[in-house]
């Protein structure tokens, strides 16, 4: 039976046999005491892959907003976030809850937040108005379907961001998806943000972890936020030693996660008329109408999975997911699959 081809999410990644020696000789110490000399490697990579000053290993993608939060906040404030974006849905209501903060969320159009309601919903310094404490952004686009947000749109929410001297937070659990498709550099994207996260456990195929980048100031200011979610580590450096050979052969690697979801999604349309616009398929993820396939989302899910295919049975949009552990040969399989499932609408 051949392996089954897991299309719900790039989180499923394996570690690699590179991944799993570094770990097993990561050199390590007590990072909350000393600093563990991987966990350093890694954060100082971190830093020069994503253009910042510092940077800070987290448990996860959601402790790094947390912590990113937190860090650019203080309790009482608003945080602008876009309705459908990471932070507000599926983080346990974080931001309200540990931050202290209101939530104030406003159209995300996949991840587009429009400029002109981002200044809208800033707050005006009355009495009686929680004052406005951050915008947050998120690049790729979960919700949006993998879509980039580019810089030149970041570029019109840092100038809001700016006028009203409010700090901006970047959602970057793909950031490097973002940039490998433009054919950019991360730095592009986060200098319109004051701290940014990536998960180094997406694409970049590590077992473990995310990084906060920011200033050297919020950084300092993020290692007490993390340590208050119990999030300080000691021997750490057995998962930063993966991420450390996440950052240094993962980034160029996800052009072919690209190149599997565009060819992924060209079968389909060509299966399926209607099920899925080429032109929204930019990074490693895309959604299809359920309903162009014939079935539920239920019961196309049950049917892929026993012909050995994992996807969300979710509708009326699913979200397909190439990464590391899907092939070339598992894309063919998998439009075999789905030319079967034609011939029985
Ligand atoms: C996955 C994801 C996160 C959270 O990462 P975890 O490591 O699962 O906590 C945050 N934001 C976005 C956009 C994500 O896709």
Redesign the pocket.
């Known amino acids: 039976m051949a392996e089954m081809i897991d299309l719900r ?1 790039d ?1 499923v990644t394996k570690p690699s046999e590179e991944m799993r020696r570094a770990m097993y000789k990561a050199e390590v110490a007590d990072d909350s005491y000393d600093g563990d000399p991987t966990v350093i490697r890694l954060q100082e990579l971190a830093a020069e892959k994503t253009g910042k000053e510092s940077a800070l290993f987290v ?7 947390l912590c990113g939060v937190l860090s650019l906040t203080t309790p009482g404030q608003e945080v602008i976030l876009g309705d459908f ?3 507000f849905l ?2 346990k209501g974080g931001s309200a809850r540990v931050a202290g903060l209101v939530t104030h969320t406003i159209p995300f159009r996949d991840g587009w937040l429009d400029p002109q309601e981002v200044e809208a919903a800033i707050r005006p310094q009355t009495r009686e108005a929680a004052p406005t404490g951050l915008i947050c952004v ?1 690049d ?4 949006g379907g993998g879509a980039v947000i580019p810089p030149e749109h970041l570029a019109k929410i840092s100038e809001v961001a700016k006028r009203y001297h409010l700090p901006v937070y970047m ?4 950031l490097f998806n973002a940039a490998v498709a433009m054919n950019r550099h991360a730095g592009d994207f986060t200098q319109f943000a004051d701290a940014v ?1 990536f ?1 180094l ?2 694409g970049l195929g590590a077992p473990f ?2 990084l906060l980048c920011g200033s050297k100031d919020v950084i300092a200011r993020s290692i007490s936020a993390r340590q208050m979610l119990g999030g300080g580590m000691r021997q750490a450096g057995i998962m930063a030693a993966a991420g450390i050979v996440a950052l240094k052969t993962g980034i160029d690697r996800l052009a072919e996660d690209h190149a599997s979801a565009q060819r992924l999604a060209q079968g389909l349309a060509e299966l399926f008329p209607g099920c899925i616009d080429q032109r929204t398929v930019e990074t490693n993820m895309f959604f299809i109408k359920v309903a162009a396939l014939g079935r539920s989302g239920p019961q196309l899910a049950e049917e892929l999975r026993r012909e050995g295919i994992l996807v969300f049975p979710t509708q009326p949009r699913m979200r397909l997911t190439t990464h590391c552990n899907v092939c070339s040969q598992d894309i063919d399989r998998a439009l075999r699959v789905f030319a079967r499932l034609r011939q029985s609408i």
């Open positions: 999410s989180t448990a996860s993608g959601t402790m790094g907003n974006s990471h932070q599926w983080e998120e790729t686009s979960n919700r959602d970057g659990a793909r996260s998960c456990s997406k972890g995310s």
